[in-house]
């Protein structure tokens, strides 16, 4: 029976499993980021006093949204992974219980929760991180701006990696996703209240 090294190290290998992968982390990273220049502006908007509160508010959201990423693609991919070994089982007329494809799958699912758990908790702890010197070295405002560009440049990087490997122009791609970034920030900006 080969070693968990070696089958992470093989599921990696795997463009199939990379790709999966690969969508939910820039997908809940993306929605991840999003929320948290929305947090951030709307606590600067509402007065929050200091950074540490927005620091918290921000990770209730990135436990929120990780708990949700992760929790989410591990059931999703359980159901998915089930109904696809129940096919092969039918079509094979075997039972495949502690196989290597069950094994497989299995790995697969933790890779997917995995990776889907770390693009939200990228895309809020750093755009969060100018607020952990917010009164020593930034005050609010700059705290929130460099919030916002940080989140601006997440976005930009996720576009331009899918541009990257799509073929797309990277540079194109970026944009679009951080123009998404911009206009979170521009709305939390005009909201009444």
Not at 60 to 84: C, D, F, K, P, Y
Request: glycine content about 12%.
């Amino acid at each position: 029976m080969p070693s968990i090294r070696d089958t992470a190290v093989r599921l990696l290998g795997d463009e199939d499993v990379r790709s999966i992968s690969r969508r939910y982390f820039v997908s809940n990273g993306f929605d991840g980021t999003l929320t948290c220049i929305g947090v951030v502006v709307g606590a600067v908007l509402s007065g929050v006093p200091d950074g540490v509160t927005v620091v918290k508010i921000g990770l209730g959201a990135a436990v929120g949204l990780g708990t949700s990423a992760v929790w989410s693609v591990w059931e999703i991919e359980r159901a998915e992974t089930r109904a696809e070994i129940l096919r092969i089982e039918q079509a094979m007329l075997v039972d495949l219980d502690d196989t290597r494809v069950q094994r497989d799958r299995q790995g697969e699912r933790l890779v997917h929760a995995t990776m889907s758990g770390l693009g939200p908790l990228i895309g809020i702890l750093v755009p969060l991180s100018p607020f952990v010197l917010e009164g020593t070295v930034f005050s609010m405002v700059e705290a929130a701006l460099l919030a916002v560009g940080l989140g601006i440049a997440i976005l930009g990087v996720f576009g331009a990696y899918m541009g990257s490997i799509s073929g797309q122009r990277w540079y194109v791609a970026a944009a679009r996703m951080a123009l998404a970034g911009l206009v979170v920030a521009v709305i939390n900006v005009f909201l009444p209240g």
